[in-house]
């Protein structure tokens, strides 16, 4: 069972950056790709960005590319996600999540951490 606690979130002002972080415990984490889902207030979770379980592939919803980076640290069994030029329409919970293996596209997770609250003030 693997656990994934997030952190970084808060209120931005709009142009605004900042980095999401989440450190996953009780799995073999370099077997595992990672990603990070976020849904927005009345709207459908949207998977924004994942990565594989060794760094190699990256995948970014078209919405954010440019201003979304995803990167780990296996050694630190952690995911960081770095938003860039926030906006508002970039408030949303994000949610961190796990899979063992499996390419980065994919949108299928088994794991998901609680979900930080980024919110972007115009």
């Known amino acids: 069972q693997v656990q994934l606690v997030e952190s970084g979130g808060g209120l931005v002002q709009a142009g605004g950056s900042l980095r999401l972080s989440c450190a996953a415990s009780g799995g073999t984490f370099n077997t595992y790709r990672m990603g990070w889902v976020r849904q927005a207030p009345g709207k459908e979770r949207e998977y924004v960005a994942g990565?594989?379980?060794?760094?190699?592939?990256?995948y970014y919803a078209d919405s954010v590319k440019c201003r979304f980076t995803i990167s780990r640290d296996n050694a630190k069994n952690t995911v960081y996600l770095q938003i860039e030029t926030l906006k508002p329409e970039d408030t949303a919970v994000y949610y961190c999540a796990a899979r063992l293996f499996g390419g980065a596209r994919s949108s299928d997770y088994d794991y998901w951490g609680q979900g930080p609250q980024v919110t972007v003030s115009s």
């Open positions: 990565i594989s379980w060794d760094g190699s592939s990256k």
